[in-house]
């Protein structure tokens, strides 16, 4: 590869344009798009009566090409949430897939067969919940946010936070037009604008690119619990007849153990969609110790159980992806407001564990953000003493006396499954407290057990294991999520120290990323076999190489943005990025 090079690109001598705004939403999922609606509703209904009226510039950008293309959920939906944001939304289109109309836990055994349980908790049960396509929703809230006069900004991914002090002042959009190697392409070469406004709302979902820096720098997280996380991993089908006649539209389905390996949280979800088409998932909790462990390779296994080939035989596969869960409950969610800035949704930890319910309160924390925000505009005061008033709304309503209830649910889990379940049990009669006031947790990444004998890298599961009809690699799969990036940018996967993914981190624990992701992003190859593209080698190709010859070469194009590695990598050396705007996955019906 030829040694000459451009101009080099040096982000902080960029002249910018600075755009002024009142309120700026990074992120435009559930939690952001209902802020924004009930924002514009309380500014209505002030202007109404009031001598002064407002009219707050609201905007959301979103890393996104579309609204909703970055956008995954099971999902079954409990309606608390959009009853009280819009209480006419079925009468005004709202996207349902069908109302629950079966509900069952099912216990996998290895020999095909299942087992109902006789006992759910009434927390678990699904009657008056709706089966729904995040993807969907998000499209149609984004559809009533704009009527309302907001402004919404697809393919604009927020890079960094603006501060003044500890005051955040905005978000910087990211700069395109810069090639693999960071220099500046003649001709192509697009700055970021500055976005500064009166508050910041960060919504970025789970393990947000900002969120996760802003959080420790402002000491948001002091005296929390680390925040764990589950990988969900996720394909919709389109049943045959046949398939068709097992599992109808609003039929809802959560599976236990087979083939989860013993000790590891999670399970499984098989909901009935609109128009023959089944949503089926499995998550994993990311505590789990096994450095070989791969989440997508147990999903593919899971779906060769009997009943559910069944279901799924006959039918054609539409389409494939991955989330990640912010699932360490109230005692993991860090404050919700500094100077300058807001946190609402996943990336606050808006998340019920034991439901594996997010939507509802993702809308209830934008309600309560918006509450906030109306009144500081009211009042022309937007202190962190006004913003603060956001966290006591949230300790005061339903959605704080709901993750309350199971506050100490997944930490029980990460203590065994034996002590999880005595836990839980406990819990249903100690109004969530089960058996400690708070239980402690720590990050997904501490949890790995080394290989034995520190043998080196391990390999990752054959493409041969899989029949392209029923269970897929993660290639194809990807192809099915439709993600994209351009691959001439800076990789937006950093791995901060190349260093230690062919030394300690390939000795002690067979580099874990190879197995962790559901993409096929990280694979270790021969050196030869890494050449032109890798950020791990130069231009070259030269770079340190494991005992075995072996680089870590980086497929960033696949990324479906799910975060795992950031959050499970053992030596958390890989810092998860935006890429240029629009990259990513294409979710529909997701």
Request: include cysteine; glycine fraction near 12%; proline fraction near 6%.
């Amino acid at each position: 590869m030829s040694d000459s090079t451009g101009t080099p690109y040096e982000p902080e001598s960029v002249p910018r344009e600075t755009m002024e705004q009142d309120v700026l939403l990074v992120g435009a999922g559930a939690a952001n798009l209902s802020l924004a609606i009930h924002l514009m509703q309380l500014v209505k209904k002030h202007n109404e009566t009031a001598a002064n009226p407002l009219a707050p510039q609201v905007s959301i950008i979103e890393k996104g090409t579309e609204i909703g293309h970055h956008q995954l959920s099971g999902a079954v939906m409990d309606p608390r949430g959009i009853n009280e944001l819009l209480p006419d939304w079925k009468e005004q289109g709202f996207p349902i897939e069908a109302p629950v109309a079966s509900d069952a836990m099912v216990k996998f055994k290895p020999n095909g067969t299942i087992k109902k349980l006789a006992f759910v908790p009434a927390s678990l049960h699904n009657t008056g919940k709706y089966v729904v396509s995040l993807n969907k929703v998000v499209k149609w809230l984004a559809q009533q946010a704009e009527a309302a006069g907001v402004n919404i900004f697809p393919g604009f991914p927020g890079s960094d936070v603006l501060y003044e002090g500890d005051r955040v002042r905005g978000v910087r959009v990211r700069d395109m037009g810069v090639n693999k190697w960071r220099e500046v392409k003649d001709g192509e070469f697009m700055p970021g604008a500055d976005l500064v406004a009166k508050v910041t709302v960060l919504g970025e979902g789970t393990r947000g690119s900002l969120a996760k820096h802003l959080i420790p720098k402002l000491k948001l997280d002091e005296g929390r619990n680390d925040q764990v996380y589950q990988i969900g991993v996720k394909e919709v089908w389109k049943l045959s007849e046949a398939g068709r006649a097992k599992l109808k539209p609003g039929d809802v389905y959560h599976t236990m153990k087979w083939p989860m390996p013993k000790g590891v949280f999670g399970g499984g979800w098989v909901y009935g969609m609109a128009d023959g088409v089944a949503s089926i998932g499995w998550v994993i909790g990311l505590d789990y110790k096994d450095p070989t462990l791969d989440p997508h390779a147990l999903f593919q296994k899971w779906k060769t159980h009997k009943w559910l080939a069944g279901i799924l035989e006959g039918g054609e596969l539409l389409h494939y992806g991955a989330k990640t869960i912010p699932d360490g409950g109230y005692f993991s969610m860090p404050k919700l407001s500094a100077d300058g800035v807001l946190l609402v949704g996943d990336t606050a930890g808006f998340l019920n564990s034991m439901r594996l319910k997010g939507i509802h309160l993702a809308i209830k924390s934008g309600m309560l953000a918006a509450q906030t925000i109306f009144e500081c505009l009211r009042d022309g005061d937007f202190s962190a003493q006004r913003l603060h008033k956001y966290q006591n709304l949230f300790e005061t309503s339903w959605a704080k006396q709901e993750l309350w209830s199971v506050r100490n649910f997944r930490q029980g889990f990460q203590r065994g499954e034996t002590f999880g379940m005595l836990n839980t049990a406990v819990a249903m009669v100690t109004g969530g407290r089960g058996l400690s006031s708070r239980l402690s947790v720590h990050a997904d990444y501490k949890d790995y057990a080394r290989l034995p004998g520190e043998g080196g890298t391990t390999r990752p599961v054959a493409k041969s294991n899989f029949d392209d009809k029923l269970t897929f690699d993660k290639l194809k799969d990807v192809y099915f999520s439709g993600s994209t990036h351009n691959e001439d940018q800076p990789c937006h996967l950093q791995v901060t120290q190349p260093d230690v993914c062919v030394t300690k981190c390939a000795q002690e624990f067979g580099n874990p990323c190879q197995h962790f992701c559901p993409a096929n992003v990280y694979e270790m190859v021969p050196k030869d076999e890494g050449k032109g593209g890798s950020p791990q080698l130069d231009r070259n190709g030269e770079g340190k190489a494991t005992s075995a010859g072996l680089v870590l070469k980086i497929n960033a194009s696949n990324c479906v943005h799910c975060k795992t590695c950031d959050i499970k990598d053992p030596y958390q050396v890989i810092n998860w990025v935006v890429p240029e705007g629009g990259g990513g996955p294409v979710y529909t019906n997701m």
